[in-house]
């Protein structure tokens, strides 16, 4: 596709299940970042993967966090044992390379929401 | 590591008048590049507008502007004749050679008929 896709759009769990959450970037891109966004807060690094290696997953919260990427493209974001404060917007961003004037086109975020 | 500040939580605008929201950095690049991002109530990222730190100009794109003071490590973005359609969190942003994306806390802006 033409931009940066996320899936799903919206996604509804119970404490405890574990979730995926699916980022198609641009092809092309080989930086692939992921982000969390809690409602009318700033944006919270998770990783970062240039291909398929994450040479920054400094901000993955805890080891329920788990994020791969496959084929240089598709990346997977993954949370076991969900829980409330899971709850945010994901968002996802590629870029054609890890430098300076490098611009990060984001998808639409998939809303994650745990009862 | 790359940090960024933008020390206004909110700022309130009348329309057509011009405002600017702050953004200063910290890194030790010697080339870097400085972004600014919007996103409105729907929730997408919007890029707005880039300055590389060797362009001798300050960036220009239709009503936005970037007062870039390299000194004082500043990027603040000017906007022009606000319009309603205005109102959005903005955030600036920098990326790094081989390390992640990093973004400020952003600035929500309201403007006012």
């Known amino acids: 596709g033409a931009g940066v896709s996320q899936s799903p759009s919206n996604k509804v769990t119970e404490k405890g299940k574990d979730v995926e959450l699916r980022c198609d970037p641009i092809s092309g891109h080989t930086a692939l970042y992921w982000y969390r966004q809690s409602l009318g807060q700033g944006l919270e690094f998770l990783i970062y993967?240039?291909?398929?290696?994450?040479?920054?997953k400094s901000g993955l919260p805890s080891d329920r966090f788990s994020a791969e990427r496959t084929g240089g493209s598709v990346s997977t974001l993954t949370i076991q044992r969900t829980q409330q404060e899971d709850s945010a917007v994901y968002l996802c961003?590629?870029?054609?390379?890890?430098?300076?004037?490098?611009?990060?086109?984001f998808g639409q975020g998939t809303r994650l929401t745990v009862v | 590591a790359q940090k960024i500040t933008q020390t206004q939580p909110g700022m309130f605008v009348q329309e057509k008048e011009a405002v600017t929201l702050d953004c200063t950095y910290d890194?030790?690049?010697?080339?870097?590049?400085l972004f600014w991002y919007k996103q409105p109530s729907s929730g997408e990222m919007i890029f707005l507008i880039y300055q590389g730190s060797y362009d001798e100009q300050n960036a220009t794109e239709g009503r936005y502007s970037l007062n870039f003071q390299k000194a004082r490590k500043s990027a603040n973005l000017v906007i022009s004749a606000s319009q309603l359609g205005d109102s959005a969190m903005y955030f600036c942003?920098?990326?790094?050679?081989?390390?992640?994306?990093?973004f400020g806390p952003g600035t929500r802006l309201s403007v006012l008929p």
């Open positions: 993967f240039q291909g398929n290696s994450a040479p920054d």
């Open positions: 890194t030790s690049d010697q080339s870097y590049g």
């Open positions: 961003a590629s870029s054609p390379g890890a430098g300076m004037n490098t611009e990060a086109f």
């Open positions: 942003a920098m990326p790094s050679y081989g390390q992640n994306f990093v």
